[in-house]
């Protein structure tokens, strides 16, 4: 074994050891009765002692469904799904769908689309191709590989060819060939603090951000032992500073000098490789209090620190008491990804309307209280994967032939370059991202609403064709029903995951009867065929669709 993987092997030995103790102590409370109540229900706790008014009442199971599916599994439920949920009356059942969800391919995939996202932010160009790192993530999300490790290994990717696919984190646009900016990004995304402006100087308004922190971690994202050591200097306070690689709150790494002949030696003191073993512990407070407010956000749709890269004493936690919990607990779970879902999953605050009780003022709950569940916009992937399942057009586009490179790109295509419309399911990723996500760079933590949005949704060809009937999708299914209010149903079922009200009903029927003037008597198949178009598509774009809500 090189002495490297040595190393990393001895500190992997060590959270096993650390691990087994955490396992047998919790047994051991168990057995005493000695454990505090489920997650869950402290969530709820510190949520409702600072709430300040009234709460909403639960979703509805239509409404949780929804909700749930979009979040670990990356797209609303089909129609059959929706329908048998609500008529199943077993009292366990949300619970039950949480377990199945989380264990299901789906949910692999929704963490990879989103932590890809948040992590690469949309930027392009890495050694590693997109379809390997695509891999490595959904199959260490859907392995339940603990969190701390995943993100140690994309600090650090050995030569193993399992851990290839993790140097994108690394590369991607170019970042480790330019420290500042690798070192900006491993602060954001990592540690919760955006110091960009302390590398020339302590950052003016903030006093948590300092320039010897940011030369701490810039010391650390060198490649060899005799890089580690940086100098720094103020551009407001003369006098040169130097510092070995340092975490926030920590003390520096002593790195040793090395003679020409100690080359082995030197491998284990890569500062890489010791980011990757300091970095992602349960000891460095700033990454465990990231991580649960990330994974917070993806459930919430708002951090307790927000935006996420801002955590410091100006800009305090709106619940500081639960992210404590959240952190605390997280790392003595292990850093348990799918046990920490599941139990904000199972807290009233995420199963609740995202309707007040009637008579409470709007404006008397901000997004901050989670007095009700804050909408969400779907991201661009979890739209992409709802409307083809909710036209019907999912298993079409999944057993279409995917070339081995994507010639298509969503700009020529909406400027017209490129006449013919994605034909798979990659092809429409890359659209569905152009056109809803962030430009490159830009992290996507608020809705950000477009007029191109718009346009795509009212006027965009290959939606239009979605809604077109052939090969069994929602458009076939629909004409081959005669009754118009079962049709009604079917169509809220598959696009919206609920029957429609009595409301709903009366509108679409109105809708979707053709007018009859002295002129004409009677209107063409065709008409009729295009109102019902017309309405699946007005759902498709409706608010209720594109919030998960």
Known sequence: MSRPCAFFGLFILGVSFFALNASMAIRYAHAQGELPPPLHERIDREIETRAGGPVAEPANDAEFFRRVSLDLAGMIPTADEAQAFAADPSPGKRSQVIDRLLASPEFGRRMQEAFSAMLLERRAGSPVADAEWNRF????????????????????????????????FLSVAGRDKNPHQLTQDVARLLLGRSIMCAQCHDHPTVDDYSQAEYFGLYSYLQDKPEQAKSEFESVF??????????????????????????????????????????????????FVRNSVNRFWFLMLGRGLVHPLDLDHAGNPPSHPELLALLAQDFA?????????????ALSRVYQRSSRLPTGVPVDSAGPTTYRVFNPKPLSPEQLAWSMLRATGNQPRFEQARTPEKMEFGWYNYINGRIATPPANVPEVLDLFVGVFG?????????????????????????????????????????RSITDRDERIRAAHWAVLGRAPTASDLAIAAEFVTPAVTPATTATTAAATDQLWTDYVWALLASDEFRMNH
């Not at 006098?239 to 040793?256: A, D, N, S, Y």
């Not at 292990?334 to 920490?340: E, G, I, N, P």
């Not at 760079?441 to 052939?470: D, T, Y």
């Open 332 to 344: 003595a779970h292990r850093f348990d990804v799918k046990y920490l879902l599941k139990e904000i």
């Open 237 to 286: 306070v003369a006098g040169k500073k130097e510092t070995f690689p340092r975490l926030p709150g920590k003390e520096p790494v002593t790195i040793p000098v090395f003679m020409k002949d100690q080359a082995e030696q030197a491998k284990a003191f890569r500062p890489r490789l010791l980011l990757a073993r300091d970095l992602p512990t349960a000891d460095n407070p700033l």
């Open 137 to 168: 993530l959904r199959d260490s999300f859907h392995a339940n590989k603990p969190w701390d490790q995943l993100v140690r290994e994309l600090l650090f990717a050995d030569d193993s060819d399992a851990l290839k696919p993790a140097r994108k």
């Open 438 to 478: 962030n430009p490159p760079g830009e992290p996507e933590m608020e809705f950000n609403p477009s007029m191109g949005q718009a346009l795509f949704v009212l006027n965009e060809r290959l939606v239009l064709q979605w809604l077109e009937p052939r090969d069994g999708n929602l458009a076939a299914q629909l």
